[in-house]
């Protein structure tokens, strides 16, 4: 499927998505906001991707924010129609049966924060600069930030940072939580790439099932986490990956996971 504001690519297993604007610095519009859904839907039923990076084209930004000329047109009714989408998209970046890793180069304010926080794992190069800044423009998250912020860092940090606005660097989102690892630049692509390469290695189904019940812990009692944790573990025993791991693990052999 071509694309207007999209790159993708595939490569052993690996589907990249690249938010191809770099004169608006990847911001999101209407537009990009329905090709990425339609991207993120396209490589889950692809047999022949196991795991996708997000990111930004350049180096400037993974993406710079909301287009703030749509944003200027908003009322009411449409600024609440706006947001659903973009939350509709994070909805499904961060519920997709296969992992997805934000490979945050550059600015990623607003909804770039927004979306880096809907992916499962984020790696910030280190001239990443992340915030929520929508306070300064008289708005709030949209997306999401409210949200998974506040679940991700804490609430009183997530308070902090979308109050005042302020954007700050990837050190600092490291040291709060906010991003997993922080790598040089240069070594953006490549650590995202090999960090893809072993969850790749794993049995996809296990990774499904795993992604399934960390979300729904999150907005459950630990009690009933554990139950929802305990069904999909039954699940997994049920597929013939677990018998392929088993069997290899006692035989000490590599597995060949089918993903069934």
């Not at 013939?240 to 000490?252: H, I, N, P, R, V």
């Amino acid at each position: 499927m071509g694309y207007k504001n999209l790159l993708t690519q595939k490569q052993d297993g690996v589907g990249w998505i690249i938010i191809n604007r770099p004169d608006k610095l990847n911001a999101l519009n209407s537009k990009t906001i329905k090709e990425l859904y339609e991207a993120f839907l396209s490589l889950q039923e692809s047999p022949d991707v196991r795991v996708i990076i997000l990111t930004g084209s350049g180096e400037k930004a993974f993406i710079a924010g909301a287009d703030i000329s749509e944003l200027a047109q908003l009322e009411f009714s449409t600024g609440k129609d706006y947001v659903l989408e973009g939350q509709e998209l994070s909805k499904l970046i961060e519920n997709l049966r296969k992992p997805v890793i934000a490979a945050i180069n550059g600015f990623a304010l607003g909804g770039g924060t927004e979306m880096a926080l809907a992916c499962h794992v984020r790696i910030a190069s280190d001239n990443a600069k992340m915030g929520q800044p929508e306070v300064k423009l008289g708005l709030i998250p949209g997306f999401g930030g409210t949200q998974r912020l506040a679940r991700l860092v804490g609430k009183g940090i997530a308070m902090e940072l979308i109050l005042t606005g302020r954007i700050i660097d990837a050190q600092e989102a490291f040291r709060i939580g906010l991003v997993n690892r922080v790598v040089p630049q240069s070594e953006l692509r490549p650590c995202c790439d090999a960090l893809a390469k072993e969850m790749i290695a794993n049995a996809p189904l296990a990774l499904e099932y795993a992604i399934k019940a960390i979300n729904i812990g999150l907005d459950k009692s630990l009690g009933e986490g554990l139950l929802n944790e305990a069904e999909l573990f039954g699940k997994c025993c049920e597929t013939e990956d677990s018998k392929e791991g088993t069997k290899a693990f006692l035989e000490k052999k590599k597995a060949h996971f089918q993903g069934n």
